[in-house]
């Protein structure tokens, strides 16, 4: 689903959305707005992060992984949400 303009900035960042906008949208594209705020900042550690077999494992050596004790408040409010969009 494409956001309209409005509904916030891509900077080096990634997707920043507009609280206001964010407010007022309709539900499909306040879940559209999250799952691309959290796409541009998380991904699968897949990816990007070394396995280890002996062990079995991923070895995170760019930190995580993270719970939400160990978030920031923003990162920490994305985690909420898309916790409550599993269930």
């Known amino acids: 689903m494409k956001l309209p303009r409005e509904a916030g900035r891509h900077d080096d960042m990634g997707f920043e959305p507009n609280d206001v906008w964010l407010g007022s949208a309709g539900e499909e594209l306040q879940i559209e707005a999250m799952r691309q705020w959290f796409l541009d900042r998380y991904e699968d550690p897949v990816m990007e992060t070394p ?17 939400q004790t160990t978030l920031s408040k923003s990162d920490s409010l994305a985690w909420s949400i898309t916790q409550s969009w599993r269930n």
């Open 51 to 67: 396995w280890d077999s002996e062990s079995k494992s991923y070895v995170f050596v760019w930190g995580g992984p993270y719970d």
